[in-house]
């Protein structure tokens, strides 16, 4: 059974637009993380989080807010959706910050019009 | 200036011959992780090395800290092996992960 899970695998929006990408993770670790992968930028950090209520900001965090809300659940806000966001967006976890062993979910795959 | 160079960025082979992927690191690190990304998107990790040399299969992951340098080594090579590798380094500095460029390889029938 899949220990990092990604909803929705596809999505479609328009400019303007309100997405939320949802991440669930089963390892029992205490960090997530959220990436954008672009062509030619290889994986990107967006923001990431070392338990429940926490919340630290990545390398790319223009645009996007995050909440964890419990240790398991991790989401990816957008609420003004623009096409520079369109982009496939993974979720890891790590059970030490700095990364440790990382463990990613399928990827969701957004288009932003 | 970037911390993690990967090459080559994209390599074409022979079905059978073997490849060589490098990555080379300008900062110091706790560990380099190597993952498969499929022509769908998805990610496999192959290697969790902080140092010395790991095998899987036909896989062989290296990482030379004095050198700054991890290499994945892939012999035979099949058809099957056509897609993205992505070096990761676990970064002791900033404590984060950066990730290469990738390179994209090709193996034809």
């Known amino acids: 059974e899949a220990a990092v899970t990604q909803s929705p695998r596809n999505k479609v929006t328009v400019t303007g637009g309100n997405v939320t990408l949802s991440c669930r993770q089963t390892n029992s670790h205490n960090y997530m993380y959220w990436y954008r992968q672009d062509t030619g930028h290889g994986l990107r950090l967006i923001h990431y989080?070392?338990?429940?209520?926490?919340?630290q900001i990545g390398d790319v965090p223009d645009g996007y807010k995050a909440t964890r809300t419990t240790q398991e659940d991790f989401f990816l806000l957008l609420e003004l959706a623009s096409p520079s966001q369109t982009s496939l967006y993974f979720c890891?976890?790590?059970?030490?910050?700095?990364?440790?062993?990382?463990?990613f979910g399928p990827g969701t795959r957004l288009t932003v019009l | 200036g970037q911390q993690v160079q990967q090459s080559p960025a994209s390599l074409v082979l022979q079905e059978g011959e073997n490849a060589e992927l490098q990555c080379n690191f300008s900062t110091s690190l706790n560990s380099m992780q190597w993952f498969y990304q499929r022509p769908g998107g998805s990610l496999v990790s192959l290697f969790y090395n902080p140092s010395g040399t790991k095998h899987s299969g036909r896989l062989t992951s290296t990482t030379v800290i004095k050198e700054r340098r991890s290499s994945l080594h892939i012999s035979s090579s099949q058809t099957t092996d056509s897609g993205t590798y992505l070096c990761a380094l676990d970064s002791s500095n900033t404590n984060k992960v950066v990730f290469g460029t990738g390179t994209r390889l090709q193996v034809l029938p």
């Open positions: 890891a976890s790590s059970d030490v910050t700095g990364g440790g062993e990382q463990y």
């Open positions: 989080s070392y338990g429940a209520g926490n919340l």
